[in-house]
């Protein structure tokens, strides 16, 4: 019945989002399938300054969407999980162990990156 497309670039490319629309906008035509809805997610900035915004990645999504689909018949879905409460929110957590290496510095932390 649809589509459910999450993105884990660590980018959080505009260009991303592109992409995945035009393979969502090609397998719908490769089926010849009206899909009820297309579900995207994943890796979105959140307000966060300097960065791509809700509006940017709605108008390009939407914009490969259309191309293809018809508003009145399939429904778009967003999930910005994350990005929503990245930039209000401290994650506070202790720091067990800290490594100097030549490369970098590991941290250890007694929290989830999840």
Do not use: M, Q, W
């Amino acid at each position: 019945k649809g589509l459910h497309i999450h993105n884990t670039t660590k980018t959080r490319s505009i260009r991303a989002y592109e992409s995945i629309c035009k393979c969502a906008c090609k397998i719908a035509i490769n089926l010849n399938y009206t899909l009820k809805y297309i579900d995207i997610g994943g890796g979105f900035f959140g307000g966060v300054p300097g960065k791509t915004t809700f509006n940017e990645y709605l108008e390009r999504i939407s914009t490969v969407l259309k191309t293809t689909f018809e508003i009145s018949k399939t429904k778009l879905i967003i999930e910005p999980g994350s990005a929503l409460i990245g930039s209000p929110i401290d994650f506070v957590c202790e720091v067990i162990d800290v490594k100097d290496t030549f490369a970098k510095r590991i941290v250890t932390v007694n929290g989830s990156r999840n």
